[in-house]
């Protein structure tokens, strides 16, 4: 299928590694011009020359930090100076330390406050205006399971993206007129760094072994295994072509069939 993305451009946070690497891959694959954010400059240039190799007619790479506002000024034009404006933008940060909801720190709550919410609605509303002005754009935010049915032990992460859902709502409710779409996809376990962090985590409090846990968390997917990133991607590229042009304020789902929901 041929998703009508040639001569967009994106730009897609957190891409150096994981799922937001995974969207960044479909999009090249179908010739969408990319900037990847990160904190490390070398892995960000050996990806955008990947990217490149994969497909995308142009791809950079651009350092920045969540955790600082004005980072997401300079990244949203520093997107736009490279690839001529920004039609997708693919929302993306690291997760939250693991704690259950009477572990959670006020502190806690501001510091990723910032990177979870506070951030990603201002570089939203930095690249916004050119979307609703062309009348053409995707904003797709990478969230979690956890904003549909919480997740035990991401309590920090179940509470503030939660905020990002209602957001997003209300956003899409806003601009769907001027033919821009706002969609979350919800990944399950997927085998990336974060979720070996959380592992880890999970480990030094149970005392088992990693290996036992993942035993045990496929037991509870349907599909019997956590995912390869290479099936995340595929999503957000999909949600950020023309056929997807009627879909708007919804999260969706990669989850292996976990979340019990209907």
């Not at 897609?12 to 694959?29: E, I, P, T």
């Not at 990319?34 to 904190?39: D, E, L, N, T, V």
């Amino acid at each position: 299928m041929d998703l009508g993305l040639q001569g967009r451009r994106a730009l897609v946070m957190g891409a150096s590694k994981g799922l937001g690497r995974s969207v960044a891959d479909a999009l090249a694959a179908e010739g969408v011009a990319i900037a990847i954010s990160g904190r490390n400059q070398a892995s960000l240039d050996r990806v955008a020359d990947e990217l490149k190799a994969a497909g995308a007619p142009k791809a950079v790479g651009i350092t920045a930090d969540v955790a600082e506002a004005a980072q997401m000024d300079r990244l949203a034009d520093a997107a736009v100076a490279a690839l001529g404006g920004v039609d997708i933008l693919v929302l993306n940060h690291g997760g939250p330390p693991t704690c259950t909801a009477l572990e959670m720190k006020e502190e806690d709550l501001v510091t990723w406050f910032q990177r979870i919410v506070l951030s990603p609605i201002r570089i939203a509303n930095r690249l916004l205006p050119a979307m609703r002005q062309q009348k053409w754009g995707r904003l797709i935010t990478i969230a979690s399971t956890g904003v549909v049915q919480p997740l035990p032990g991401l309590a920090l992460s179940n509470t503030l993206r939660s905020a990002i859902v209602g957001w997003n709502k209300t956003l899409a409710s806003e601009i769907a007129g001027d033919g821009v779409t706002c969609n979350i996809i919800g990944p399950g376990a997927f085998a990336t760094d974060r979720t070996q962090e959380t592992l880890a985590s999970a480990s030094q409090k149970t005392g088992k072994s990693i290996d036992a846990l993942v035993t045990e968390r496929s037991a509870t997917i349907p599909v019997g295994r956590f995912g390869e990133p290479k099936e995340f991607g595929p999503m957000g590229a999909f949600l950020a072509s023309a056929h997807a042009s009627y879909i708007t304020g919804r999260v969706h789902l990669v989850d292996g069939g976990v979340v019990r929901g209907v």
